[in-house]
């Protein structure tokens, strides 16, 4: 494999593997978010502010591993 070719591969796994941990967070995030809704209706607003603010911590964490892919993408 010539050099290109290993970026290339750097990138798509720092993309795949850096970007499969937050969607499968926001996932359970989710999940849990409508459990407690279902099982206590009354704090759904305090559980929907928990469960929006800790989706944008986890969507943060993506966005660094998209970053640092194209960092690798652009390197030379």
């Known amino acids: ?3 290109a ?9 720092a993309a795949g593997l850096g970007l499969l941990g937050p969607a499968l967070g926001i996932g359970l995030i989710g999940y849990s978010a409508l459990q407690g809704i279902a099982r206590n209706p009354e704090a759904s607003g305090s559980i929907m502010t928990n469960m929006i603010l800790v989706t ?9 591993a998209l970053i640092v892919a ?5 390197i030379v």
């Open 1 to 3: 494999m010539d050099a």
């Open 5 to 13: 070719t290993m970026k290339m591969l750097a990138v798509g796994l």
């Open 56 to 64: 944008a911590f986890c969507e943060a964490i993506g966005i660094y």
């Open 70 to 74: 194209i960092i690798l993408a652009m």
